[in-house]
């Protein structure tokens, strides 16, 4: 295996560890859309959990620098992109952390639908961009 | 307690994050474009996240309690609506366009950039935007 899927996979066990930890000691599930939605409404939950959570997210990034970054789209498609991710995510109750991570590990079939319906959806929509006629 | 648990929690989600490189959209689209030259790497990474949390909401759904004993309910696993398929359908279009998903939106913000913090304030008008439409705030 190489070392790029190594990082890949070592990165998840992180990811993984997180979402134990946070499910293990405050009872709560690791869905980043909705931890967020709740924390710009101004609902931060007891002690402040969100705040703290969205905090801990975010330092490594900023201690260590992100690496190079490609974006894939110009600001008008990423503003509709971002439009749709906030929306999309509400309105079907999670994420890739929240439906990707957390709710196929906790075998629900609910999240395992969600997830099968956004990585297609998404891989559609590669696909057109990048192989449609248009 | 609840706060130093939290952040630690989400130290390590973010330092996995970052040492997957699931922040670079480049990746993530390398993923889900399988007609191209094909990146298994997302798989790996959500293949292990889920190998490891999946022992915690064993033990949290068999308790019916996390592990400092506090009454916790995990989420209905079984309940199929129109909601979760085309809010699903709408995210994934979103994702695939810029290959950027609400966690590693965050980080994205760290590096200042101006795409970062479109992106990220499109997320935060699509949570209000979908409140409005639906008259209700969505549940967590």
Same mark, same amino acid.
């Given at each position: 295996?190489?070392?790029?899927?190594?990082?890949?996979?070592?990165?998840?066990?992180?990811?993984?560890?997180?979402?134990?930890?946070?499910?293990?000691?405050?009872?709560?599930?690791?869905?980043?859309?909705?931890? #967020?939605?709740?924390?710009?409404?101004?609902?931060?939950?007891?002690?402040?959990?969100?705040?703290?959570? #969205?905090?801990?997210?975010?330092?490594?990034?900023?201690?260590?620098?992100? /690496?190079?970054?490609?974006?894939?789209?110009?600001?008008?498609? #990423?503003?509709?992109?971002?439009?749709?991710?906030?929306?999309?995510?509400?309105?079907?109750? /999670?994420?890739?952390?929240?439906? /990707?991570?957390?709710?196929?590990?906790?075998?629900?079939?609910?999240?395992?639908?969600?997830?099968?319906?956004?990585?297609?959806?998404?891989?559609?929509?590669?696909?057109?961009?990048?192989?449609?006629?248009? | 307690?609840? =706060?130093?648990? !939290?952040?630690?929690? *989400?130290?390590? =989600?973010?330092?996995?994050?970052?040492?997957?490189?699931?922040?670079?959209?480049?990746?993530?689209?390398?993923?889900?474009?399988?007609?191209?030259?094909?990146?298994?790497?997302?798989?790996?990474?959500?293949? *292990? !996240?889920?190998?490891?949390?999946?022992?915690?909401?064993? =033990?949290?759904?068999?308790?019916?309690?996390?592990?400092?004993?506090?009454?916790? %309910?995990?989420?209905?696993?079984?309940?199929?609506?129109?909601?979760?398929?085309?809010?699903?359908?709408? =995210? *994934?279009?979103?994702?695939?366009?810029?290959?950027?998903?609400?966690?590693?939106?965050?980080?994205?913000?760290?590096?200042?950039?101006?795409?970062?913090?479109?992106? !990220?304030?499109?997320?935060?008008?699509?949570?209000?935007?979908? %409140?409005?439409?639906?008259?209700?705030?969505?549940? !967590?």
């Amino acid at each position: 295996m190489t070392t790029d899927l190594w990082r890949a996979l070592l990165g998840g066990l992180l990811i993984g560890g997180g979402a134990a930890t946070l499910l293990l000691l405050n009872g709560k599930i690791a869905g980043i859309s909705g931890i #967020l939605d709740n924390a710009v409404h101004g609902e931060f939950g007891p002690k402040l959990w969100r705040l703290a959570f #969205l905090i801990g997210l975010v330092v490594p990034a900023a201690l260590f620098g992100l /690496g190079p970054i490609v974006f894939a789209q110009g600001l008008p498609v #990423l503003a509709v992109a971002g439009l749709l991710v906030g929306a999309g995510t509400r309105l079907g109750s /999670g994420c890739t952390s929240g439906h /990707g991570v957390c709710g196929i590990a906790n075998l629900s079939v609910r999240s395992l639908l969600a997830t099968l319906v956004f990585i297609s959806t998404a891989a559609l929509v590669v696909f057109l961009v990048r192989h449609g006629a248009a | 307690m609840a =706060f130093f648990s !939290a952040l630690i929690a *989400g130290l390590l =989600f973010g330092a996995g994050l970052l040492l997957s490189r699931m922040c670079d959209p480049q990746r993530v689209l390398g993923f889900l474009d399988v007609a191209g030259h094909w990146n298994p790497a997302l798989a790996f990474t959500m293949g *292990g !996240a889920i190998a490891v949390a999946a022992p915690a909401f064993y =033990f949290v759904r068999k308790r019916h309690a996390d592990l400092l004993g506090v009454a916790t %309910e995990l989420p209905d696993r079984f309940k199929i609506t129109r909601a979760l398929i085309g809010g699903s359908a709408l =995210f *994934g279009i979103g994702w695939g366009l810029s290959g950027i998903c609400p966690g590693p939106s965050l980080l994205l913000l760290t590096g200042g950039s101006i795409q970062s913090v479109v992106f !990220a304030v499109g997320i935060v008008l699509g949570f209000f935007g979908q %409140e409005w439409l639906s008259g209700k705030r969505a549940s !967590a």
